[in-house]
């Protein structure tokens, strides 16, 4: 193994049944004693059974805590008490969402803060502050009122990237504004950030234990970008723009990473960089990947949740391959589109325009564009 982190397959202990040590309990029997009844009802057979479901639960409780001792199979805050050796701030939190919303009603009406909103999917947000909406007073067509709108802030209810809505998600009020206030998100939000996986934090702890020169390589310039909080990908490039300069383009679960996951792994690099490099940190250029299609939907679906769910799926499968040199291809994504919940057709599929697959650029990271669905 290159480290005390790589993971040495004939270290994996699977979990142990009741019924499997039971069976072995039996066949011991059986080796022992050829004339032994242990079929099911039999004395043997119902004296075993309890003592293999005790023995499975303290087989189980060792097999766990060897996972807790060893770093590359550990887990939950055992890892964590590991990382602490490698790592100066441990495992990266997770951060909620905080995302514009546009609130409307054609009476006056104040939402209180703290209502929650909802996607389709039943994620919840909770109003940042009370929101006053004020129709005009002058209606000059009774039939097509003019409803009072405002704009305000709401946040997740919990972390994670599961809260990062596409543009529209938001659109549901609760409570007694269900039916008289409509609300909707026009924009997607990227700020919502996953507690660090145990995955992704022993990924971190390799890249650490095999080099410990600290000296500034590239998996060094590497390894600090991602500390920065919701980075989760970074890409390094020696002597660029110039000679003695070091660039890191760094990217999020989600992609494009935001202004404050740049400046703050920008601080991660600096301060621990080189202090004769110029030690730069930027977000990759983003290339918008845009998707018309005439589809056909199920009888009972609803077009704009198809539309979403889409948006939702396409986000996810572009940052998957961020900084990866994937090529995003055409069929893919005629893949992702019809097997979304409730398609039944798919035509005139356009990538960018287009048929052709792209292919995104050394610096570059493919990024939700516009989607229009017909």
């Known amino acids: 193994m290159d480290s005390e982190y790589e993971i040495n397959p004939e270290l994996e202990m699977l979990y142990v049944t009741s019924d499997e040590v039971h069976e072995e309990m039996l066949r011991v029997v059986e080796e022992n004693d050829s004339k032994a009844m242990t079929e099911v009802g039999e004395p043997i057979w ?70 929650f909103l909802y996607t389709e999917s039943g994620l919840q947000y909770l109003l940042d502050t009370d929101v006053e909406l004020i129709p005009p007073e002058e209606q000059p067509d009774p039939d097509y009122l003019i409803p009072g709108t405002a704009s305000t802030t709401a946040t997740a209810a919990d972390i994670g990237i ?45 890249l650490v234990a095999r080099n410990l020169s600290g000296a500034g390589n590239l998996d060094d310039y590497e390894a600090w970008a991602l500390e920065a909080t919701g980075i989760t990908k970074a890409k390094v490039f020696r002597a660029d723009p110039t000679p003695g ?36 940190v930027f977000a990759p250029t983003p290339l918008p990947i845009s998707i018309e299609a005439n589809i056909t939907i199920e009888t009972d679906a609803v077009f704009a949740d198809a539309e979403v ?13 961020a900084f990866s040199g994937d090529v995003i291809r055409y069929a893919q994504l005629f893949n992702l589109l ?37």
């Open 338 to 374: 019809i097997d979304q919940p409730g398609m039944v057709d798919v035509e005139n599929l356009l990538v960018n325009g287009g048929t052709a697959n792209i292919t995104p650029g050394t610096k570059e990271i493919a990024t939700l564009g516009t989607v229009t669905l017909t």
């Open 162 to 206: 599961l809260y990062n809505p596409v543009r529209g998600a938001i659109n549901t009020v609760d409570g007694d504004f269900r039916d008289i206030v409509t609300v909707k998100n026009e924009e997607a939000i990227v700020q919502g950030v996953d507690q660090e996986s145990d995955d992704d934090l022993k990924a971190r702890m390799r």
């Open 309 to 321: 769910a889409f948006e939702q799926a396409l986000q996810d499968y572009l940052a998957e391959r």
């Open 245 to 280: 300069s070091v660039t890191v383009l760094v990217a999020s679960k989600e992609g494009m990473p935001t202004a404050e996951q740049v400046a703050e792994a920008q601080a991660k690099v600096s301060a621990k960089g080189a202090l004769i490099a110029n030690n730069l």
């Open 46 to 115: 119902d004296a075993t059974r309890p003592v293999a479901s005790v023995a499975a639960n303290i087989a189980n409780d060792v097999r766990f805590g060897i996972r807790a001792a060893i770093p590359q199979l550990s887990y939950g805050g055992f890892l964590d008490e590991h990382a602490k050796d490698v790592l100066n701030e441990g495992r990266k939190p997770g951060v909620k969402a905080k995302v514009p919303v546009t609130l409307s009603a054609n009476y006056a009406v104040t939402v209180p803060q703290g209502t």
